[in-house]
């Protein structure tokens, strides 16, 4: 694979002229090269499972793409690439003879797909990043919106706020974009309609075999190593469960995270020792090595454009690794749980915000009223529209993290790393979340369809320890309980393989705001470091978080000199922010605040 930074396209209809009329074409580039069929040009972002064959680059759909694509009207290729597509990425289309385009997100929304509409200008991306340079470069004044950045710490993500750029808009799961004419179509995929008539064992079954088909196409992706990840939860085994049904154990290596001892580390040892798995040391797509706390803590919200504090930091080029990970286990069952927010069979706001935003609540929040006011109003309007989608089911909450969470935390971070190396959620599937928008409340949160889906594919597996007893009250309603099994003796170590890292350039948009700021990185004596270990322990925090305290209160006040006067001191407390400056004793929370208050104001300030 060529060493090389992938960029998402960007769709752009430029302004109409009196000879050609208005002109709509995916600006690319050189690194991916479309795939033609007749007057049409095909591009993928991210990496995703397309029939059973891994496209990781565009240049993989030359082996996928029907030759009749060249003929299909745009929904007929919509209905293929939502049948088909699996993880989250984006297929894009241009017609140069009749001069419209298309973006089409994975069904489920994994890719979000963001659209700015300005006067004579339409701009289309499913990289936040590329939309605002596009529009940008064309004269746009993108401005930052910091409601975005407030969702983030009310909520841990943003969504209801479409983007950290205003005027930005994105649609829904199930939704794709078609641009003619300047004129921007929000049209739905037909998938969920071919599940209305299945019955759920019928949708299981599509819901197995996804997972199956998934992990044997990444398995022979031709990737030069695939890494898959291990801990002591749930959704991990379940993705062992497939490699082991596959009998692909001695293709795939293994990685978990956990230092020696620890819990996840133990149990993944029992798994290794017991099955014969091979393990690796790394995690394959690794942030770029770095001393400087300033970068990890912030690198990857700047180099995602501020929508999120997770994945890439912005140095990494790129690495031959396919990564296989746990995300959208969750769909498979409650993420939130069974919070009340209907009153008298209605929704009830106050319930919602209180279930979904208790620390809007909190007499000592920094966030203002205001904020909280606006956050809660879009929450709401949010939740009216699923429970008018979901009428009559127990599912809406957990539609919510689909809709919302799920797409701006797991989505994002899988796609952001698919433009260096290739990150697969093999548990990715439409069947998946239509068997538990099927199912009761207290079913999701027995996890039965997952419990069921590992017992189908390895069911060994159901019986060796997890990380605490994953067969809960609800579970123990529908199905009897396995006889746990011990751990195998420890006679031999275990060998580890090294991990492929990404390579890496010197600097990124991080680092380069950040050698515009006077903050220094602290330099310690050994004296030094055994004095903050202790305050560490002290406070139950991390160790770096106590060494970076100053550095992180010099970046802070770099950033709030510069946003003194931002629409953000409307949504967050001024005072507290001073606070955190001069303060020498900090609390644990304040601790924490220091660090995610610091850089949002330093992506609002240097971004």
């Not at 302004?15 to 208005?22: D, K, L």
């Not at 393990?279 to 919200?301: D, H, K, V």
């Not at 919510?400 to 190396?421: A, D, E, K, M, P």
């Not at 393989?497 to 330099?523: M, Y």
């Amino acid at each position: 694979m060529e060493k090389i930074r992938l960029t998402a396209p960007v769709i752009i209809s430029s302004a109409p002229t009196s000879v050609e009329g208005s002109v709509s074409r995916v600006v690319q580039h050189p690194h991916q090269e479309p795939v033609v069929r007749g007057n049409r040009r095909f591009w993928v972002d991210g990496s995703v499972v397309l029939d059973g064959t891994c496209v990781r680059r565009t240049a993989d759909l030359e082996f996928v793409l029907p030759q009749a694509a060249a003929r299909w009207p745009v929904e007929l290729i919509a209905d293929w690439w939502a049948r088909g597509a699996k993880n989250p990425g984006a297929l894009y289309v241009e017609d140069t003879a009749e001069s419209w385009s298309a973006c089409l997100p994975d069904p489920l929304g994994g890719a979000v797909a963001l659209y700015l509409e300005q006067p004579g200008q339409v701009f289309i991306s499913t990289s936040n990043v590329e939309l605002a340079k596009a529009a940008e470069d064309r004269g746009v004044n993108m401005v930052k919106d910091p409601q975005f950045q407030v969702e983030r710490l009310l909520l841990g993500n943003g969504g209801l706020t479409a983007s950290s750029y205003k005027n930005v808009k994105s649609i829904e799961p199930f939704q794709y974009l078609v641009l003619k004419e300047s004129q921007v179509r929000v049209q739905n995929y037909k998938i969920l309609d071919e599940y209305s008539s299945m019955s759920l064992y019928e949708v299981f079954s599509t819901l197995r075999n996804d997972v199956l088909s998934n992990v044997n196409a990444i398995a022979n992706s031709g990737a030069d190593q695939v890494i898959s990840h291990l801990t002591g939860g749930f959704d991990s085994r379940l993705v062992l469960s497939a490699i082991l049904n596959l009998g692909l154990h001695d293709k795939i290596d293994l990685f978990c995270s956990g230092p020696d001892g620890s819990t996840d580390r133990v149990i993944a040892d029992g798994l290794t020792r017991r099955f014969s798995l091979r393990r690796t040391n790394g995690a394959g797509l690794t942030t770029a090595p770095t001393q400087n706390m300033s970068e990890r803590l912030m690198g990857a919200l700047f180099a995602s454009g501020g929508i999120t504090n997770t994945g890439p930091h912005g140095r990494e080029v790129s690495v031959n690794v396919a990564a296989m990970g746990g995300g959208y286990g969750e769909v498979l069952r409650t993420f939130y749980g069974n919070r009340v927010i209907h009153s008298g069979g209605k929704l009830d706001k106050n319930l919602l915000v209180s279930s979904f935003m208790p620390s809007a609540r909190n007499k000592n929040s920094y966030v203002s009223e205001r904020a909280v006011q606006e956050v809660s109003a879009k929450l709401m309007t949010k939740f009216e529209f699923l429970d008018d989608c979901y009428a009559g089911t127990d599912f809406v909450a957990d539609a919510f993290y689909t809709h919302v969470r799920n797409r701006y935390h797991i989505g994002q971070t899988s796609l952001l790393w698919s433009r260096i190396g290739s990150r697969f959620d093999p548990l990715y599937s439409v069947a998946g979340f239509e068997l538990s928008r099927r199912t009761t409340q207290s079913s999701r949160m027995s996890n039965i369809v997952g419990f069921d889906l590992m017992d189908s594919m390895f069911s060994d597996l159901v019986s060796q320890p997890f990380d605490y007893d994953r067969f809960n009250e609800a579970l123990r309603g529908f199905r009897r309980p396995p006889e746990t099994l011990g751990w195998p003796a420890k006679d031999n170590p275990i060998d580890f393989k090294n991990a492929l890292t990404p390579s890496t350039t010197e600097t990124s948009p991080f680092l380069q705001t950040l050698s515009r700021i006077s903050a220094k990185e602290p330099e310690l004596t050994p004296a030094d470091r055994r004095v903050k270990t202790l305050e560490a322990n002290k406070m139950g925090v991390s160790f770096w978080q106590i060494v970076y305290k100053n550095t992180g209160k010099e970046l802070l006040a770099s950033a709030y000199e510069q946003t003194r006067e931002s629409q953000i001191f409307d949504l967050v407390d001024a005072n507290y922010v001073e606070k955190l400056i001069t303060s020498n004793v900090m609390t644990k929370k304040q601790l924490r605040d220091l660090y995610s208050l610091g850089g949002i104001l330093t992506w609002l300030s240097f971004g």
